[in-house]
DNA sequence: TCTTGAACCTCAAGTGGCTACAGATCGTAT
DNA sequence: ATACGATCTGTAGCCACTTGAGGTTCAAGA
């Protein structure tokens, strides 16, 4: 390979894939959907990256892992673009997705202590049975609270 | 409304709805991906339920809402269908479920913790700096595990 | 009996965030 | 010169629905 060299300006999508950890086809997506720019071409029409493109890519990557969806990504891009009155907004954006991921874990909790309940009710095995665990989906009375 | 008298065999979709909370276009697509089975319908080929439907519908209704996905609603309902050896595997698909959820929990926990650390790192309210969140989106170095 | 108008019908496409495939072209090492 | 992997475009698929268009049926009121 020529990576380590050759990182500016000529770097191949299968490089900056390799260097950020973002799958090929994703990366063609990003663009497509306008969180990437369009890069320069190669004389046969391939993708050819520079440094800026890697900063960019990992920027979204990195709030990808954390959740960001793909529109509260475009805001914070928009955003890191022109400095100045950012700070307000991506703070918004932040909380209100630290919001969301709380407000998962809190039904995810719930759901978990009834699944809990419910697997408990039978442990298997069990073979004449009209199954405990069938019957506790099919009588929602039966939760200790709304689901 | 004749709901209450008329319930048995001559349900329409909309009264199937509202017994059931499952929105009419939901109902259309179980029967579509073979959860619910067709029903019988009137003379001008509109579908018409009866008690069986409503106590199906209501027993899919509570595993989505516990997270199960449809493919193992689907299997569940097969077990429910012909009791015996329904136990074992039911209680199987519980558990790998409840796995699931707790794996989900774990990860959300620590996008939480993460979330909170940045957010923490600028309140908004700062006008002329490079706002800290978006740097630490742009550098994973800052972030204190894997994620 | 006739007329509204809400409820119902089918079929197709859109959602998010990719992933996978098919079939063609490019780039480079030998 | 050739072989082979990397890349290209475009399309379809994934899950579990949701939305929309454009048409039909049903039940209640005049």
New binding site residues.
Partial sequence: M?DAKNIERVM????L?DRTGV????I??YEQVGLLPQPER??????RYGRAHVERLAFIKHA?DLGF???GIRALLRLSDNPGMACDEAHAISVAHLDDVRHKIARLRSLEKELERIAATCSGGVTACDCAIIEALADHSQCRKEH
């Fill in positions: 020529m191949p999508i299968g490089s894939s799958k090929v086809e994703t063609r997506y190669s004389g046969g029409n391939q993708r990808r969806p793909v529109d």
